[in-house]
């Protein structure tokens, strides 16, 4: 459970990586999918978790999957992305 839930917490901050990246429509459709995805878990948790292929269930494993190709292609974008300081560190 404490790794599903800090997958979570990072899938939660996947939206301003995608707003940082200028990818506004992948960060909106990402916070829809977030909103499915806690009420799943909190669903999951202090209730009995909805069945399988249900809207919240598709809802939560989209969202982790969508966290984690928005993770990859922020680590794209940073190594594209000329640094700063890199001027400097050629100087």
Same mark, same amino acid.
């Given at each position: 459970?404490?790794?599903?839930?800090?997958?979570?917490?990072?899938?939660?901050?996947?939206? +301003?990586? =995608?707003?940082?990246?200028?990818?506004?429509?992948?960060? !909106?459709?990402?916070?829809?999918? &977030? #909103?499915?995805?806690?009420?799943?878990?909190?669903?999951?948790?202090?209730?009995?978790?909805?069945?399988?292929?249900?809207?919240?269930?598709?809802? +939560?494993? =989209?969202?982790?999957?969508?966290?984690?190709?928005?993770? !990859?292609?922020?680590?794209?974008? &940073? #190594?594209?992305?000329?640094?700063?300081?890199?001027?400097?560190?050629?100087?």
């Amino acid at each position: 459970m404490g790794i599903t839930f800090m997958f979570m917490l990072l899938a939660t901050i996947t939206p +301003f990586l =995608l707003i940082q990246m200028n990818k506004l429509t992948l960060a !909106i459709v990402q916070s829809v999918l &977030l #909103v499915g995805m806690w009420l799943y878990f909190l669903e999951a948790t202090f209730n009995i978790a909805p069945g399988a292929f249900s809207y919240l269930w598709v809802f +939560f494993y =989209l969202s982790l999957f969508a966290a984690e190709v928005a993770y !990859i292609m922020y680590v794209i974008y &940073l #190594v594209k992305t000329p640094a700063p300081f890199s001027k400097i560190v050629g100087e």
